[in-house]
């Protein structure tokens, strides 16, 4: 179900309010999703080369109790989440909407549209866990 996700990708933010540049650029921003060896558990790996956006890795693996697909996340902050992962057809839903390892001060969602070389998608934030607001665009392109 994940393997479309598998290899290596840069990455482009673009910031609410500002205009989405074509191309994108390629700032050195990069995230590899791999198998662990022969198990049914992705590993995703991020770097950023500014300021103030964290590194860090994320285990995606599925939770039969839950019946779901967990990413537990771990970032240079040495914040600590659980999201919600779905990937149903084309559409990848990435969500923390339930407190976990820190508290939950706001809910989080990413939705993207992944292809075979782009996964187009935005981050999105609810201060009050109930109204969603965009809070940035996130574009994974294959390298």
Do not use: N
């Amino acid at each position: 179900m994940l393997a479309p996700l598998v290899g290596e990708w840069s990455l482009a933010m673009v910031m609410p309010g500002d205009e989405r540049p074509d191309p994108l650029p390629d700032v050195g921003a990069r995230t590899v999703w791999e198998w662990i060896g022969d198990s049914d558990l992705l590993l995703q790996k991020w770097s950023i080369p500014f300021g103030g956006t964290p590194d860090g890795l994320a285990v995606i693996a599925w939770d039969e109790e839950r019946g779901t697909l967990l990413q537990h996340y771990f970032d240079d902050r040495t914040v600590v989440r659980v999201y919600e992962v779905r990937l149903d057809g084309a559409e990848l839903t990435i969500e923390r909407t339930q407190a976990d390892f820190s508290p939950l001060h706001f809910s989080q969602r990413y939705v993207g549209t992944v292809t075979k070389d782009l996964i187009d998608g935005a981050w999105f934030m609810a201060e009050d866990h109930r109204t969603w607001a965009k809070d940035f665009d996130l574009i994974y392109t294959r390298l």
